[in-house]
């Protein structure tokens, strides 16, 4: 049914004359109308080529005898803030765009809305919005960044600031420092590594909101065009059986997503946004699920940035589909799509085409997945860590503190020579209240790698990381320092104890001695009074509940 039939008769006149003022006729107006939400700008080079896929989906829009109505709001990118102040913005993004996309759709009453997307908070931002507003809905994702050659090693953007390290250390010059920097964005998409993008994005697809094989798909690749006109033409099949988000992004395709997101080794801000999109349907994914499922799933995935290939090897080896296939003994087989189709009717006939890329269920690179949830009296609302890519010996680790409020702090201290191997680093004031808005706590990681002490020091922080983040770094340490949590604690020399296999993340000080330090500890007072930083800083929910902003009060 259209939705314009839910319009008093006497409003429809207004309605269709506005309508007509931007060149659409009568019969245009009375088919379907389709919001496309065109999220390409010259903010971000992942978002380059969703201008020109706007058109090929409004092309099958309309083939399909739909109406497309086009809107945009940029994609974004945390790259460009540098780690400043701007980065603490992007997280919040998320909810930014589901009220304007709420907005969009209530007051242009469309019919289905399709969405162009590409990179980290984006993604989820889209997601979240099409299970608010929940008329029929597909996800359009934008494809990765083909991986550039440099001196016979793939290069992407995270490498830049890896590469910062060594000109600090003198292990290359500044001219091979600006030749990595010139083409580690050689063409559009994200980061070519299972980050928090493309995790986002199997996550997509997994839930049954994207066409299958799209997010394995290159930015340069024919075939993203090709899926982006079947795209439009899809969402007037979902339009005409009212098949609607909700219909699609039930507890079991959530289930079905973590459990393919474990298999992968993503991106740990999954455990951020999938909270965040159920919460848009009234669910909610305790950590304690992704803990339970991991300890089920086998990890298998060799994809950087925890293994050896990029997104370009994945892809060749059968992308999402095939890893689906390999993964479906333990999934809900029944959880439907936007096809119409189950997710497990989508990928029949997949198959992997390179074992060194996507290892069999039998034979998995870990029996377990690639993420752990720890809880202790140092995270007493848990705090996660990323398994993949992490030795034997890195499972249990036990040594001093080096406390830092701030991630600039712990950089200058690094470059200092301050930091040594089997310290445990404490970053802290970087969780959603505490920042506030939790930018990616990201370049103290890099630089740690690119230093070659990201194997000997432990990085324990309220905060969040890149998905570009290889392991065993522990985040999301809740409550955050800024709610008066344990980590607020800490001081410079306590011994702060690590075990992963036993889900343990413990600070070896007295509890009477934690008590005692916290009742003398002040609460920060916000620097923020105005602006979206204030309404983050009063309304961003901890991380654990997906650090979406609070919308009673």
Not at 128 to 153: D, E, F, Q, T, W
Not at 288 to 308: E, H, I, M, W, Y
Not at 385 to 412: I, N, W
Not at 432 to 447: E, I, Q
Request: net charge neutral.
């Amino acid at each position: 049914m259209k939705r314009e039939k839910i319009v008093d008769p006497w409003s429809i006149p207004l309605r269709r004359a506005s309508l007509k003022g931007m060149g659409f006729t009568t019969e245009q107006i009375e088919r379907p109308t389709i919001g496309v939400l065109n999220s390409w700008g010259e903010n971000s080079p992942a978002a380059g080529q969703l201008d020109r896929l706007s058109k090929k989906i409004k092309l099958g829009i309309e083939s399909a005898g739909g109406t497309p109505i086009e809107f945009a709001i940029s994609s974004l990118c945390s790259a460009p803030a540098g780690g400043s102040r701007g980065a603490s913005y992007c997280l919040a993004y998320r909810d930014v765009v589901a009220d304007f996309v709420e907005l969009m759709a209530e007051v242009n009453l469309f019919d289905g809305i399709v969405f162009t997307t590409v990179c980290d908070d984006v993604v989820p931002a889209h997601l979240m919005a099409a299970a608010r507003v929940n008329i029929p809905s597909i996800i359009m994702l934008g494809g990765y960044m083909l991986p550039k050659i440099y001196k016979g090693k793939a290069y992407y953007l995270a490498d830049v600031a890896m590469t910062y390290a060594k000109v600090r250390k003198k292990e290359i010059s500044q001219e091979e420092f600006e030749e990595i920097t010139d083409i580690v964005c050689g063409n559009f998409g994200a980061c070519p590594i299972m980050g928090t993008g493309n995790t986002m994005g199997a996550i997509a697809e997994t839930l049954g909101m994207t066409l299958p094989g799209n997010s394995t798909v290159s930015g340069s690749d024919p075939m993203i065009v090709r899926l982006a006109y079947q795209t439009g033409v899809q969402i007037m099949s979902l339009v005409k059986k009212e098949i609607k988000p909700s219909d699609l992004l039930t507890i079991k395709s959530f289930e079905n997503a973590i459990r393919v997101f474990l298999a992968l080794g993503g991106s740990t801000n999954a455990l951020i946004h999938i909270p965040a999109i159920a919460a848009e349907l009234d669910m909610e994914i305790p950590l304690s699920l992704f803990d339970s499922l991991s300890r089920q799933t086998p990890f298998l995935c060799n994809v950087k940035p925890a293994g050896k290939y990029t997104m370009k090897e994945f892809d060749e080896a059968g992308g999402l589909p095939a890893l689906i296939e390999e993964l479906s003994p333990l999934l809900h087989s029944n959880t439907m799509t936007v096809t119409g189709k189950t997710l497990l009717e989508n990928v029949r006939g997949s198959r992997v085409f390179d074992r060194e890329v996507i290892l069999p269920i039998s034979a998995p690179i870990a029996a377990e997945g690639a993420v752990a949830i720890l809880t202790g009296n140092l995270a007493p609302n848990g705090a996660v860590v990323k398994t993949s890519g992490l030795r034997t010996q890195g499972l249990s680790k036990k040594g001093p503190a080096k406390v830092f409020d701030s991630e600039k702090e712990a950089c200058e201290k690094l470059f200092k020579g301050k930091i040594n191997r089997g310290d445990m680093v404490v970053i802290r004031y970087v969780g959603p209240k505490g920042d506030p808005g939790m930018r990616l706590t990201s370049r103290f990681l890099w630089f740690l790698s690119g230093m070659h002490l990201d194997e000997t020091v432990t990085v324990i922080s309220d905060g969040r990381f890149s998905g570009a983040n290889r392991g065993g770094a522990v985040g999301h340490v809740s409550p955050e320092a800024a709610e008066g949590g344990p980590i607020a604690a800490v001081q410079d020399g306590d011994i702060i104890e690590l075990n992963i296999p036993e889900r343990k993340l413990e600070l070896a000080v007295p509890e009477e001695e934690i008590k005692k330090r916290l009742n003398l500890w002040k609460p920060p007072q916000s620097k923020f009074n105005k602006g979206l930083l204030a309404r983050i800083s009063k309304t961003m929910l901890p991380v654990e509940k997906g650090a979406i902003l609070r919308r009673s009060f």
